[in-house]
């Protein structure tokens, strides 16, 4: 059964770790970026089969995102949501276009800024005390990242 509408019943009683395990991030952070991405164009169309809302197609993609291997595939999401595999799919595709639209303000690591410095430095710092010693000089990637560190 589909298990999606459990998140706003845990952002609503206040069971965060439980919200934030499904999509790894707490709720005031989840409502943040989907009301920073929900303006953008590719959330919207002309069709006479409306789209998702952006919450929803925001907590499949992150969903995804924390998940690998066997717990990762597109069925499995779709069965979580309770929608289609090609629903899947699509919403993936929305939000990273979305996302994408802000990577330059949100993402940035200038090497000749201070501010910058000092925020690798403390990444760093938190990969070597919470992490593995040997990617203590990493602070883009940590362990349980669906993304390859090294092949």
Wanted: net charge negative; charged share 20%; glycine share 6%.
């Amino acid at each position: 059964a589909p298990q999606l509408q459990l998140l706003e019943e845990w952002s609503l009683d206040g069971d965060t770790a439980r919200f934030r395990r499904k999509l790894c991030v707490v709720p005031e952070v989840f409502a943040g970026i989907a009301q920073c991405i929900s303006g953008h164009p590719v959330f919207y169309n002309a069709s006479n089969n409306p789209q998702l809302p952006v919450p929803i197609q925001l907590a499949i993609f992150l969903n995804a995102a924390d998940h690998y291997g066997n717990a990762s595939t597109t069925e499995d999401l779709a069965e979580w949501a309770g929608v289609s595999v090609g629903t899947v799919y699509n919403c993936f595709r929305h939000v990273m276009i979305a996302v994408l639209q802000h990577h330059d303000d949100a993402i940035h690591f200038d090497p000749m800024e201070a501010k910058d410095q000092e925020e690798i430095h403390r990444a760093k710092v938190w990969v070597e005390r919470k992490g593995c010693f040997d990617w203590r000089n990493g602070f883009l990637c940590m362990d349980g990242s669906p993304f390859n560190l090294f092949q």
